[in-house]
């Protein structure tokens, strides 16, 4: 009799693992496919990669999907492959933490651009050219990087070398779980997004004063504050990855028996709804982008329907 509840558990316990992590593969499949179209329509035309907007614009969207593409891999792995190499993890949650951080100051980057094109207009290209943007990309990717390299420096202070050959459980909450790390991972966070909150509201005050000082081109201001307001957006919704775990204790407590259905709803909404958005806020509502995407989408459906018409 326990051995057939035992069964019974470990199937109900499989089946679970099975259709939580199909879940996040396919929610993950989705929205790196979408981000894809978009990237695919950036790199057909010149229009784009030599405009620093779209350059900026484009790394956030591929940068994104390198957040995905880590995020759903480090989910799967945590039930499919339970020992694995601790250097090829601490390698992993590095590259995961870059690309989470790069997110917000990416944002900053296009507010900061979108300043410039109104605030200050005749230097604008001489400003944002599209070398100082790259820069720019790298730099953000190098100080996105440091947090990640501090963890590791604490782990290489506080444990033996000898947990380097080891294996583990690939999570950060099971890796970096000394208490340095936990004030390390507070004092950043509240760096990163007090610096990029503090970037949105000063270009945001600054596209307004120049917008009820123009009187030329008021439309162009007006969308300039529309975008800073919708980059502000997107920050709220990639901050909400930072309470993943609050709402899973939160759930502990209140759904104490079913706090494992709350799993997937929650790794959607604080993980990838934010990932989803970032394509349909900027891609969809630049009309310039999106009529370029429409034009090369319409062109491929009418070749494919004038081959299919000859076979």
């Not at 591929?62 to 957040?67: Q, S, V």
């Not at 891999?73 to 190499?85: D, E, G, Q, R």
């Amino acid at each position: 009799m326990n051995s057939t509840i035992f069964q019974y558990s470990a199937q109900d316990r499989y089946m679970e693992v099975f259709v939580r992590n199909f879940v996040f593969v396919l929610f993950g499949i989705m929205i790196n496919s979408i981000n894809g179209v978009f990237v695919f329509t950036f790199f057909r035309s010149s229009i784009f990669y030599n405009n620093p907007r779209y350059i900026l614009y484009i790394h956030l969207v591929i940068n994104d999907m390198l957040m995905v593409f880590f995020s759903v891999t480090l989910s799967v792995m945590a039930y499919a492959w339970p020992k694995v190499p601790f250097p090829f993890c601490v390698i992993l949650l590095i590259i995961t933490a870059t690309a989470h951080k790069n997110t917000p100051l990416t944002l900053a980057g296009m507010a900061i651009e979108r300043y410039i094109a109104i605030c200050k207009p005749l230097h604008h290209h001489q400003i944002c050219t599209v070398r100082r943007t790259y820069i720019l990309i790298s730099l953000i990717w190098s100080v996105s990087v440091l947090p990640g390299l501090a963890d590791l420096i604490v782990i290489v202070i506080v444990r033996p070398l000898s947990v380097f050959t080891t294996g583990t459980l690939c999570s950060s909450s099971n890796v970096y779980n000394t208490p340095y790390h936990e004030e390390l991972s507070k004092f950043t966070i509240g760096l990163y997004t007090s610096v990029v909150w503090v970037i949105l509201v000063f270009t945001y005050c600054q596209v307004l004063v120049a917008a009820r000082r123009a009187s030329s081109d008021k439309s162009s201001a007006k969308k300039a504050q529309s975008t800073i307001l919708l980059h502000g957006a997107q920050l709220l919704l990639s901050m909400l990855s930072y309470i993943t775990a609050v709402i899973d204790k939160i759930s502990v407590q209140l759904l104490i028996d079913d706090r494992k259905k709350m799993t997937i709803p929650n790794y959607f909404i604080t993980n990838l709804l934010p990932r989803l958005l970032t394509p349909l806020i900027y891609g969809v509502r630049d009309q310039v982008f999106y009529n370029h995407m429409k034009k090369l989408f319409a062109c491929k459906l009418l070749i494919v329907k004038v081959e299919s018409t000859k076979l």
